[in-house]
């Protein structure tokens, strides 16, 4: 059997992070992962998505 089991993916994700936030942050998010209904990793992605503009060049 192979090692590697479940769905394949296009875009695997093995960059882990870890973040602290603060209760208004945190509550911020919350409310937009309740609204869009999505997970707070995927708020989060979105979130860095659209950071992307702001980078200089």
Known sequence: MSPRTG???D???GVPIHVRLD???E???TAYCNQEKVSK???AR????KLK???KK
């Open 23 to 25: 209760k208004e942050s």
């Open 46 to 49: 979105r979130g860095i998505k």
């Open 11 to 13: 875009n695997p994700k």
């Open 7 to 9: 769905r394949p993916t």
């Open 53 to 55: 503009s702001d980078i």
């Open 41 to 43: 990793m995927e708020a």
């Open 27 to 29: 509550e911020i998010l």
